[in-house]
């Protein structure tokens, strides 16, 4: 076990990832995961619905939207659950709540407060060694006796100080009961077997990402399943660390005088470099001397393909690949197909924490051509859009800034 003694100051960045998989053959997740930033802390959920599809998704939204609207209005996390507890309706024949859920409270104190009903129990990862917390127990009794179920609802309460380096893992029974009544695991996956994978994963790749680890679980857990789910498979990570920070640079400065300066601020940026636009490229080029060279690896007939520039991670086409980049975040992150120049620059979004954008507003002719498709909006509100979408959706912390 862990000595929980040492505590210190909580890092600037709590990164939240999640990733899951519906049941085979199914339109519709039954597990929903929520995550929020609300008054200085972060809110997050999972909810399993009972059963699959459609009608489990709905329950398990109610309960995860009830659970992160109780605790953004400063109800008290176990209050919340009471309350939970009884509104959710219960199965007549199998006696149990319609949904189970995951609840999480992070406070600007380096607090974490957690609330567990039905699902496996989460992990607390540090220094590759999982710690144990205290876990009270709360019975809940429904106040209509009639609808209560069978079974005695207990939840566990449990409020953890954090350390730097320090990630909570939670999942759903999807993933511990994978591969169930197979001849190499009749009862599932199981919890150890699965606080054994995370562990392996997390001592040889030391700085995983959160989205990367619940990537892994879910991806492992479906192979037990032959990659044919028998139950949704979702996993949520969140990661407790020292930031990491991309910078953005799409469009030319509205005065050619203020090119140096832009290439500057690119120069001396300590973090991965994105530039989105052939004429931004084409000015820092100039600025540092420095050749590209345009990628024929990863063609795409819809997005234009991506770029290799000395002291830059990616270099790419900018409306038509920003209008993508937009499309797939608010799809949720996860692009189908192969990889293309759009793709990539998600996946450096998503792996950053603090992400700035140094937005050129000199107007390119081509994108004011009528003839042009509509979707070519005006950079600047595309990239408004990007930023929405990255601090609300995913929880990133943005800064725009105009040359």
Request: aromatic share 6%.
């Amino acid at each position: 076990m862990a000595d929980m003694s040492e505590i210190v100051e909580l890092p600037a960045f709590i990164e939240v990832g999640h990733f899951g998989l519906k049941k085979h053959l199914q339109n519709a997740a039954g597990d929903i995961f929520f995550s929020q930033k609300n008054s200085g802390h972060v809110l997050v959920c999972l909810s399993d619905g009972l059963g699959s599809g459609i009608k489990a998704g709905i329950l398990a939204t109610l309960t995860a939207t009830m659970a992160t609207k109780f605790i953004s209005l400063n109800i008290p996390i176990r209050r919340a659950a009471e309350i939970i507890m009884n509104t959710l309706p219960v199965c007549k024949e199998r006696g149990i709540s319609y949904a189970t859920f995951t609840l999480v409270d992070i406070g600007p104190s380096a607090t974490l407060k957690v609330m567990e009903y039905d699902n496996p129990p989460y992990l607390l990862i540090r220094h590759q060694t999982i710690v144990e917390p205290d876990k009270e127990m709360r019975p809940i009794e429904r106040k209509n006796k009639k609808t209560a179920p069978v079974q005695e609802a207990r939840l566990y309460y449990s409020k953890t100080a954090v350390n730097p380096g320090d990630r909570l893992v939670f999942f759903s029974d999807g993933v511990t009961q994978a591969g169930m009544g197979s001849a190499d695991l009749p009862f599932g996956w199981g919890i150890q077997n699965t606080r054994d994978f995370i562990l392996n994963r997390v001592t040889v790749a030391p700085d995983i990402s959160a989205r990367a680890l619940a990537h892994a679980v879910v991806q492992e857990a479906a192979l037990r399943d032959s990659n044919k789910p028998k139950d949704d498979i979702s996993c949520a990570v969140v990661y407790f660390r020292h930031p990491r920070d991309t910078l953005v640079l799409s469009g030319p400065p509205l005065r050619p005088e203020s090119d140096k300066d832009f290439v500057r601020c690119f120069s001396l940026f300590n973090g991965a470099k994105i530039i989105a636009g052939g004429t931004t490229a084409n000015i820092i080029a100039r600025e540092l001397g420095k050749p590209i060279s345009v990628s024929l690896k990863d063609i795409d007939p819809h997005v234009p393909p991506f770029s290799r520039m000395e002291g830059a991670d990616l270099v790419t086409e900018g409306i038509i690949t920003m209008g993508v980049v937009s499309e797939i975040l608010e799809n949720g992150g996860e692009p189908s197909g192969k990889p293309n120049a759009a793709t990539k620059m998600v996946d450096l979004l998503l792996n950053s924490d603090r992400i700035s954008f140094m937005v050129g507003t000199k107007i390119n002719d081509a994108h004011q051509d009528p003839n042009m498709p509509v979707e070519l909006e005006i950079r600047r509100n595309i990239i408004k859009k990007i930023a929405l979408l990255l601090e609300e959706k995913y929880l990133k912390e943005v800064h725009i800034q105009y040359f």
